[in-house]
């Protein structure tokens, strides 16, 4: 069962929506586009995922739609492991840190498994917007695009100091994350 779970890009992006949105319902065409993945192996992978049992299907105005199954033996389990690895969040700055100099760093919505209307990774410094747009693209399996905000240190230093509701709500939320701090 395992090997089965585990062999394709296609399938590790698959169960990343489906696990990481456990009440949600989506059909082939949808998944496509969101995955950016050919149809035939969005298609195929489905197949397999529903013969192992994590996922059910049912018809709806002509579209076959994809749940996950809860009730599956390993849903949990799975759950869990791809949490984990979501949540690798250190390793994550880590990286982004490299690739400038980087001053701050706060995560928020989905790297703490939240919904926010605001940004889900503030970084303060300087860094390659392209360079950490195709990191985000290639290294992270998010349920969704990463929203992410990048200022100066001399602008956040300005908005901190207005008491900017976007950077103080940020700051002083207790759950979210800051793994790089490098301003005084």
């Known amino acids: 069962m395992l090997k089965q779970l585990f062999t394709s890009n296609a ?9 990481m949105n456990p009440n949600e319902e989506f059909f082939i065409r949808e998944l496509t586009r969101k ?5 035939n192996s969005v298609r195929r992978e489905l197949d397999n995922l529903k013969r192992v049992g994590l996922l059910r299907s049912k018809t709806k105005n002509r579209k076959k739609y994809y749940c996950v199954n809860k009730e599956f033996m390993l849903f949990e389990e799975l759950r869990s492991i791809f949490l ?3 949540s690798n969040k250190h390793a994550f700055a880590r990286d982004i ?5 980087i001053k701050l760093i706060v995560l928020s919505g989905q790297f703490i498994n ?4 605001s940004v889900d990774m503030l970084i303060v410094g300087t860094i390659d917007k392209q360079q950490l747009a195709d990191y985000i693209n290639s290294e992270l399996r998010t349920p969704r695009p990463v929203k992410f905000s990048i200022m100066s240190e001399e602008d956040y230093n300005y908005r901190l100091n ?13 759950t979210n994350e800051i793994p790089i701090n490098k301003i005084s």
């Open 114 to 117: 939240r919904d926010t209307d």
């Open 97 to 101: 840190a490299k690739m400038g100099l």
């Open 11 to 19: 399938r590790i992006k698959l169960l990343t929506v489906f696990l």
């Open 35 to 39: 995955l950016d993945e050919q149809i």
């Open 162 to 174: 207005c008491r900017d509701k976007f950077i103080t709500d940020l700051i002083n939320d207790p």
């Open 84 to 86: 984990k690895v979501l």
